[in-house]
């Protein structure tokens, strides 16, 4: 019997006594033998041993390969309630067995779940023994081309928990172990690590490293470090890098241009920053919807937001407007500063040139436009967004329709009602009130009269006496109608009043 690696020898066994060993009498009589030996595991009760004695006996069976063992880890240990954390101590077991190797595929899967689950003493373990006992396929001159992939996910956990140490080690543990010289992804890794926990000095330091290896940078190694740079107040130098990357051929995307239009409002640039924007369309690099907010949001902040919207309808005119660019926030700034007028402007061109308003930047314009009493205009836009399958909300339909209402202009607050309606919308008691008080003010009985009834017909009437006062705002001269079938007598409705 081969001996147990060190890390099973080292596995604490039960507070109680250790279960007896399995009498001979349970194996079947077949050649193909049961698993031996079979691991110590510290399990809180015997039964819970010989239940994974059982379980290991079901699914492996002796002689089993590297497929068969990752299916067992993959397939029926991973999703075990009781000893799916044991993985990694039946990993180690199996390679105790003299007809049993581990090649790539059994490492690569144990090396994602250590890395998943941040058990990063175990994952240290695993990569020394990796060291030690390459794969199968690397017995030749050549090294297993899956080894990187394999240091790959423990060095991007390492990063992760800011295990810098361990991560580099990890690093150099890979160089000696691969052909030729580590992907530049790897590289990156490390960069992006070293930048977002703070140590940019590390990251400039491993990007030297990395050219002194003839490592060539590649577009995100650059958007990395032109970020790390913005973020350090170190602007001048994301420009120089910027620079350096176009001299070398690596052709800057849209998350480039944003990092430093960005960086330029920071600094408060603002000439430089749409002057970028700009180079991106010369360039012909698509806008993102980031690269908009950035641009409008920094000069709308700057109280620029005339030229924000000049700049946005010039973008649009480009076609380079992304069509999931939501402008609500410049729409907000003009209605806030009462100028309403000129956000509809911007609204009504941007939609001729195919970028439909979102609704939440309609329902602000409607908003703006009623308080500043534009209410026809208001009207209109709310008819076009109705048009488009946009329902606006409740409270901003039912002011509306009291600013109609107001300006004796019940008719059509009503048809625009309507035309709600058949869109989706449901009226509610607001919104009757509203119109009937319009149809009273301006003496439209007959019209008053039929949204009472239709008020009636949805029960939104809680009582007979809301329905007499109802009838009598619309005229104390007119005689009261037939009283509905629902409501008991005449009698019941008059005393009501």
Request: proline content about 6%.
């Amino acid at each position: 019997m081969k001996k147990l690696p060190p890390i099973l020898r080292k596995l604490q066994t039960p507070k109680s006594s250790p279960p007896p060993p399995l009498p001979d009498a349970i194996l079947p009589p077949s050649p193909r033998t049961l698993l031996a030996p079979l691991p110590s595991f510290a399990l809180s009760a015997p039964h819970h041993y010989a239940q994974l004695l059982h379980f290991l006996k079901t699914h492996l069976t002796l002689p089993f390969t590297p497929n068969n063992l990752l299916h067992f880890l993959k397939s029926k240990l991973h999703f075990h309630p009781k000893f799916t954390h044991y993985d990694f101590h039946i990993f180690n077991w199996a390679s105790s067995i003299d007809s049993f190797r581990h090649d790539h595929s059994t490492f690569a899967w144990m090396a994602r779940t250590l890395a998943a689950t941040d058990r990063f003493a175990e994952l240290k373990s695993l990569l020394q023994f990796l060291a030690s006992s390459p794969c199968p396929c690397s017995d030749g001159i050549f090294s297993c081309p899956q080894t990187e992939s394999i240091f790959q996910f423990a060095i991007t956990a390492y990063c992760r928990a800011a295990k810098f140490d361990e991560a580099v080690f990890a690093f150099d543990s890979m160089k000696k172990l691969i052909d030729g010289k580590p992907s530049v992804v790897i590289y990156n890794i490390l960069i992006n690590g070293f930048v977002k926990s703070g140590r940019f000095n590390k990251a400039l330091g491993f990007y030297d490293r990395m050219l002194s290896d003839r490592v060539k940078p590649d577009l995100y190694t650059f958007n990395i470090l032109i970020s790390g740079y913005c973020r350090n107040s170190q602007f001048a130098l994301a420009l120089e890098l910027f620079k350096e990357m176009r001299e070398m051929g690596c052709c800057p995307n849209v998350v480039s241009f944003n990092t430093l239009i960005k960086g330029f409002f920071r600094e408060r640039k603002f000439d430089d920053g749409i002057a970028m924007a700009y180079e991106m369309i010369e360039l012909g690099c698509k806008f993102s919807s980031v690269t908009c907010e950035i641009v409008m949001d920094g000069l709308c902040r700057e109280g620029r937001v005339h030229e924000a919207c000049e700049i946005l309808i010039d973008f649009s005119r480009k076609r380079v407007l992304p069509k999931d660019y939501d402008y609500f926030g410049v729409i907000e700034k003009l209605c806030g500063k009462g100028n309403a007028g000129k956000a509809m402007e911007v609204v009504e061109e941007l939609w001729r040139e195919g970028s439909v308003p979102s609704f939440i930047a309609s329902t602000t314009l409607i908003d703006g436009l009623r308080k500043e009493g534009r209410v026809n205009d208001a009207m209109n836009i709310t008819e076009r967004i109705l048009k488009e399958a946009m329902v606006p909300d409740s409270v901003t339909l039912n002011s509306l329709l009291q600013e109609l209402c107001n300006v004796r202009k019940t008719v059509e607050a009503n048809r625009l009602r309507l035309l709600a309606s058949s869109k989706g919308f449901e009226p509610d008691s607001k919104t009757y009130y509203t119109l009937i008080s319009g149809y009273t003010m301006e003496g439209n009985k007959v019209e008053g009269q039929r949204v009472v009834d239709e008020m009636l017909d949805k029960e939104l009437i809680p009582d007979i006496a809301t329905y007499n006062r109802l009838m009598d705002r619309l005229s104390n001269a007119y005689e009261k109608r037939s009283i509905p079938s629902r409501y008991p007598s005449s009698s019941k409705l008059v005393t009501s009043t």
